[in-house]
């Protein structure tokens, strides 16, 4: 498996320094699981942070509050409990690969065949995994083969990662692994290759743009 399209270089360095929003570090976890390179960008720049610590000289605790000890624990602990798991390579038995790499299987609770899959509009299909009011969201779709999503633009960044499948778009293929980074400059109508349903990640920051009056008005319930 050859990848052709990575996030943006400033998404993997935010990641590996813990300041991505769950949705956002979700998707950079799930791509770094399939993809070495971006695997060991991230690896290269937690080592640089770490060694950026080290230069840092400690604090005299006697200039700190008298709970400050306490409230170092409450946060390392609150860190630890809130963080999404940490990327891994696949790991599946020969021959039973999973679509779903970890940790998106865990968010997702199965890998795809075990999921329940909710309609979306008329044409796709999704699993909600991270819905947040005023955060960036989290899910799973699926797109029959051959099919075209919605032509739409977007009022803020989508990246759309596709673990199994393939789908054209603005004339590039995106295929297992790949990402693509959608902003507020781009219009387009993306389109399932033949063969498989094409099944993605997609994480947004703001509400799309549809040009269609049937998906401008089931957007409110499908909260996409």
């Keep these: ?83 999404p798991p940490v990327s891994n390579p696949l790991s599946a038995a020969p021959g039973d690969v999973p679509v779903l790499p970890q940790p998106l299987r865990g968010y997702a609770g199965g890998d795809v065949g075990s999921l329940k899959w909710r309609r979306l509009g008329s044409s796709a299909f999704h699993v909600p995994l991270v819905a947040r009011r005023g955060a960036p969201t989290a899910r799973l779709l699926r797109i029959p083969a051959g099919t075209a999503v919605p032509e739409h633009g977007h009022n803020g960044l989508e990246l759309t990662m596709v673990l199994a499948g393939s789908f054209v778009d603005e004339g590039a293929r995106f295929a297992r692994g790949d990402v693509e980074t959608a902003d507020s400059d781009l219009e387009h109508q993306p389109r399932a290759e033949a063969g498989t349903d094409c099944i993605c990640l997609a994480v947004t920051d703001a509400p799309l743009r549809f040009r269609g009056p049937i998906a401008r008005l089931v957007q409110p319930f499908i909260g996409i």
Excluded: N
């Design 1 to 83: 498996m050859t990848i052709h399209h990575h996030p943006e270089d400033e998404l993997i360095v935010a990641y590996a320094a813990g300041e991505l929003d769950e949705a956002w570090s979700l998707l950079i976890a799930t791509h770094a699981a399939l993809c070495p390179a971006c695997r060991s960008q991230i690896q290269t720049a937690e080592a640089l942070g770490a060694a950026l610590l080290e230069d840092i000289p400690p604090a005299e605790m006697a200039t700190l509050a008298d709970d400050a000890f306490e409230k170092t624990l409450a946060r390392a602990a609150l860190t630890v409990d809130d963080s």
